[in-house]
């Protein structure tokens, strides 16, 4: 019998869609910058490690800019070694791509970038379980030390692309109001509130810091995200089979959220006009 009150322990995050401007461009700098390996079509290309989807691209030349409303505030690839980060950062500054910020998050390290439209970039690697802090977004995180990061690989010739075992590590919203986030992304979709810090709230499954993230820092009341807008298409969340599809399904629905079908599951929207794929 499936739990009908929270998601899979197992779950895993599938692909972010993210909408650009100009799909040449964005790809450029994801194969180049992060090395990502592409695939790409008429309107849209594929980005992973070669075994994974990790990121695809939506081409709207005529999408308006990211703006004052709800939205992506960033998504995370994580890293599956110390080292392939170190390679991330070494990347990086080889082919000299602007870094917003290296941070010790204390659960993970991180590193933070802009994409060519703005789409905010996180690469992190998680440290043990038995060493993450008890309240990890209860105190503001210390700089991390980007040539310590790069020295674990500095007798290595730089890599073209990443290796196999990246994975979307998480995803962070600007909302409008973090009690309805909580109602929607916990008591409606199933996750666990691992965390609620003031303006932001994270959720997980099995105990991990965070796979979905949410905050204010935009402002309370923030109007959901319009239409034809650069930034966030969609993003998913992957199920290992048809029933556990069908008990979010009916979770949602009896929480009074639409879902409409899609092939292998069902797509929905949160209070912001973020839209959610839930496939097996």
Same mark, same amino acid.
């Given at each position: ?27 450029? @700098? ?94 992190? $690697?998680?440290?043990? !379980?038995?060493? $993450? ?53 916990? !008591? ?28 204010? @820092? ?9 239409? !034809? ?5 969609? @993003? ?12 979010? !399904? ?21 209070? @912001? ?8």
């Amino acid at each position: 019998m499936l739990d009908v009150d929270s998601l899979p322990v197992a779950l895993r995050l599938g692909p972010v869609h993210l909408t650009v401007s100009d799909l040449e461009r964005s790809a450029s @700098w994801y194969e180049r910058s992060l090395g990502l390996r592409v695939e790409a079509g008429a309107d849209r290309a594929e980005l992973g490690d070669g075994v994974a989807t990790l990121v695809v691209l939506h081409e709207d030349r005529d999408a308006q800019p990211d703006g004052d409303h709800a939205g992506l505030f960033h998504y995370c690839l994580l890293y599956p070694t110390r080292e392939e980060l170190a390679r991330a950062a070494v990347r990086l500054e080889e082919t000299s791509t602007p870094v917003s910020n290296f941070r010790d998050r204390g659960t993970h390290e991180a590193i933070y970038l802009p994409d060519p439209d703005g789409n905010a970039v996180e690469l992190a $690697w998680d440290r043990a !379980r038995e060493l $993450w802090p008890d309240d990890p977004y209860g105190h503001t995180p210390v700089p991390l030390d980007a040539a310590a990061l790069r020295a674990l690989v500095a007798d290595e010739a730089a890599a073209p692309s990443v290796a196999e075992g990246l994975a979307v590590g998480h995803v962070h919203f600007t909302i409008g109001d973090v009690e309805q986030a909580v109602d929607f992304y916990s !008591r409606a979709l199933g996750f666990d509130l691992k965390y609620h810090v003031g303006p932001a709230a994270f959720f997980s499954v099995g105990g991990y810091h965070h796979q979905v993230a949410a905050n204010v @820092w935009k402002g309370v009341g923030l109007a959901p995200k319009p239409p !034809r807008r650069l930034g966030i298409h969609h @993003w998913t969340i992957e199920l290992a089979g048809e029933d556990e599809v069908e008990a979010a !399904r009916a979770r949602l629905q009896a929480t009074g959220n639409d879902v409409e079908p899609i092939p292998h599951g069902f797509a929905c929207r949160d209070p @912001w006009n973020i839209q959610l794929h839930v496939v097996a």
